[in-house]
């Protein structure tokens, strides 16, 4: 019996993101190792602010044990730095 294969192509949505949520992906473009979510937070960012840039894609977010210590560390995506340059375009 033939079988049938089909792909469907989905464009991914434009993102909106608001000033404050440009400003943190600009912040962490500049490192490659990212920032830390406390310094994160000492620049005005909220948690629930880069809870939102991981989920739409645009950075990534671990948790590094030391050895006292976990910290965690958010990323900026090669989504997020593409939205960047689309931006600025």
């Known amino acids: 019996m033939p079988t049938m294969s089909h792909t469907l192509t989905v464009r991914p949505r434009k993102r909106h993101l608001g000033g404050e949520q440009r400003r943190a992906l600009r912040l962490l473009a500049c490192n490659p190792f990212g ?27 671990q ?8 910290v965690g560390r958010i990323r900026i995506t090669d989504v997020g730095r593409r939205w960047l340059e689309d931006a600025a375009k």
């Open 35 to 61: 920032a830390t979510e406390a310094i994160m937070h000492v620049h005005g960012f909220t948690r629930q602010m880069l809870a939102k840039l991981v989920r739409a894609g645009l950075a990534t977010a």
């Open 63 to 70: 948790t590094e044990t030391g050895k006292a210590i976990a």
